[in-house]
C-alpha cells in the first residue's frame, strides 16, 4: 500500500487566494483526520470523518476553513480566502477505524506559506 | 480539556548515551498513550502504543513507561544513534476523542 497521500508537498499562496489541500487516505481505512503543525501551537486537530461524515470539526479555527469527503477515498481541506496566519503544515491521517487509533498512519504533509 | 505538555523541548546528547523524554497530561482517565517520531518534512510515524492497564512496552531500544495516576509517561532510548535523531512526540487518547498531542521533544544525537 502507498500510505496516506497528500497534494500539494508544498503550496506558496498570496494572500486572499484559496488554497485545496488533498488527501488520499489507506484503502480500506473508514477514519480520517486533518491536522495542522506550527512551532507555536504544535499538532492540533482540525477535522475528523469517519465513514465519509464529518464527527468532529471544533478544531477548524475559522469559517474560512472547510473540508469535505466526496468518498472514501478522497478528502479536501480548503481555506478561502487564505491569511498569513494559515501558513503551517498540514497534515491528513487515517485509521481502520475511530476505535483503532493505535493505527494511525500519517501522510507527508502539505508545507503552506502565505505571503 | 486534556492538555500534553513535553519537556525538554530541546536535548543534545553524544553517541551512546542512554537518555529518557518526559511526557505529561492533565487528565489521568487516558485510553491510551502513545509515542511517534517525527523526521524533518516527513509525517508522524507510531513508536510505542501503551493502553492504560499498561505500566510500559518495549521495541528494540526503546522503553516507554505510563504512570497513569500521577500524568505521566517517559520515553527511554538507550545507546543512543545519530540515526535516532528527530523529534518525539506523545499523544494520548480519552474516550471516544481521537489523539491529543505534546509538542514534541527535539532530539539529536551527535556522533
Known amino acids: 500500500d502507498a500510505g496516506v497521500i497528500q497534494s500539494p508537498r508544498h503550496e506558496v499562496t498570496e494572500m486572499g487566494q484559496e488554497v485545496t489541500l488533498r488527501c488520499k487516505p489507506i484503502?480500506?481505512?473508514?477514519?480520517l483526520f486533518w491536522y495542522r503543525q506550527t512551532m507555536m501551537r504544535g499538532l492540533e486537530l482540525l477535522i475528523y470523518?469517519?465513514?465519509?461524515?464529518?464527527?468532529?470539526d471544533s478544531g477548524m479555527p475559522e469559517d474560512r476553513f472547510s473540508a469535505k469527503m466526496p468518498n472514501a477515498s478522497f478528502s479536501t481541506l480548503k481555506i478561502q480566502p487564505s491569511e498569513p496566519r494559515d501558513s503551517a503544515v498540514y497534515f491528513c491521517?487515517?485509521?481502520?477505524?475511530?476505535?483503532?487509533?493505535?493505527?494511525?498512519?500519517f501522510g507527508s504533509g502539505t508545507q503552506l506559506s502565505v505571503l | 480539556k486534556q492538555e500534553v505538555t513535553q519537556i525538554p523541548a530541546a536535548l543534545s546528547v553524544p553517541e551512546g548515551e542512554n537518555l529518557v523524554l518526559n511526557c505529561s497530561f492533565t487528565?489521568?482517565?487516558?485510553?491510551?498513550l502513545q509515542w511517534f517520531r517525527q523526521d524533518p518534512g516527513k509525517g508522524l510515524t507510531s513508536l510505542l502504543l501503551?493502553?492504560?492497564?499498561?505500566r510500559e512496552q518495549t521495541s528494540g531500544r526503546l522503553n516507554a513507561s505510563l504512570d497513569k495516576s500521577s500524568g505521566r509517561s517517559t520515553l527511554y532510548i538507550a545507546a543512543s544513534q545519530p540515526g535516532d535523531s528527530a523529534t518525539y512526540l506523545c499523544a494520548v487518547r480519552t474516550g471516544n476523542t481521537p489523539l491529543v498531542f505534546g509538542k514534541g521533544t527535539r532530539l539529536s544525537v551527535i556522533a
Open positions: 470523518f469517519n465513514n465519509n461524515v464529518p464527527i468532529d
Open positions: 484503502s480500506g481505512h473508514n477514519s
Open positions: 487528565d489521568s482517565a487516558i485510553y491510551n
Open positions: 501503551i493502553q492504560s492497564s499498561q
Open positions: 491521517a487515517s485509521s481502520p477505524s475511530i476505535a483503532e487509533v493505535g493505527k494511525l498512519f
